[in-house]
């Protein structure tokens, strides 16, 4: 156990929607990475929160953004979306000095 | 051409194989190297953390770092059913969570009776 908890489990959007996503990470863990996983690939970094602020963005377009909260939860936000937006989203919460530890993941279908 | 090449199998071996999971990397900045679990539609589970070249163990498990050929290896001993998952490695350039991980596409592992 990790930990990381990410909710909802699996979710099912229409194209052009939009979507919001949420993890809880422990106390401690001031550091906050999100992912998306395509089926058959690896994790592809989205961006990362450190102390509430953005702290790095992948190749990702701004129509994916997110919030860190003091409570050491975070929300991943996904406007317009695509069909290709369908994958795993993981989360993964980090303390200072440590590499990172991710949630069970969020599968989301786009039709 | 992707930073971090993996392949991803399937990789089919009896109970009791010895297992050797491997993965390529074009960035000599790369300084971390950790490999992942992943059971089929759960979040990535963290096996082994190393850094720059060398070996580490844990049970069952070693890790292996050759900085100088970009090549990182894991290998598993007295492989058993419950080892059957993809296997990621991943990559940073700085320790701790601040830094973004590269990760491989996975190498599916099925460990058969």
């Known amino acids: 156990e990790t930990g990381v908890t990410q909710s909802p489990t699996h979710l099912i959007k229409t194209r052009g929607q939009q979507v919001t996503l949420r993890c809880s990470s422990q106390?401690?863990?001031?550091?906050v990475s999100w992912y998306q996983q395509a089926l058959g690939q690896g994790p592809q970094f989205i961006f990362q929160?450190?102390?509430?602020?953005?702290?790095g963005r992948g190749n990702f377009p701004p129509r994916f953004s997110g919030l860190q909260f003091p409570n050491y939860s975070s929300e991943l936000n996904v406007n317009a979306l695509e069909l290709d937006d369908s994958a795993l989203y993981l989360c993964?919460?980090?303390?200072?000095?440590?590499?990172?530890?991710f949630g069970p993941g969020t599968r989301l279908t786009v039709l | 051409q992707k930073e971090v090449e993996q392949d991803p199998g399937p990789l089919s071996v009896p109970e009791g194989a010895i297992v050797s999971l491997n993965c390529t990397y074009s960035?000599?900045?790369?300084?971390?190297f950790m490999w992942y679990r992943q059971y089929s539609r759960k979040g990535p589970e963290l096996l082994m953390y190393?850094?720059?070249?060398g070996n580490k163990e844990d049970g069952r498990f070693t890790a292996q770092v050759d900085k100088s050929s970009k090549y990182i290896s894991l290998f598993i001993r007295d492989s058993q059913p419950s080892d059957s998952a993809t296997y990621l490695c991943?990559?940073?350039f700085g320790a701790g969570g601040g830094n973004k991980l590269t990760f491989g596409t996975g190498t599916q592992l099925k460990v058969e009776l």
């Open positions: 993964a919460s980090s303390p200072e000095a440590d590499t990172q530890y």
């Open positions: 991943a990559m940073s």
């Open positions: 929160y450190y102390r509430e602020e953005e702290n």
């Open positions: 960035n000599s900045a790369f300084q971390y």
């Open positions: 190393t850094y720059s070249s």
């Open positions: 106390s401690g863990h001031n550091t």
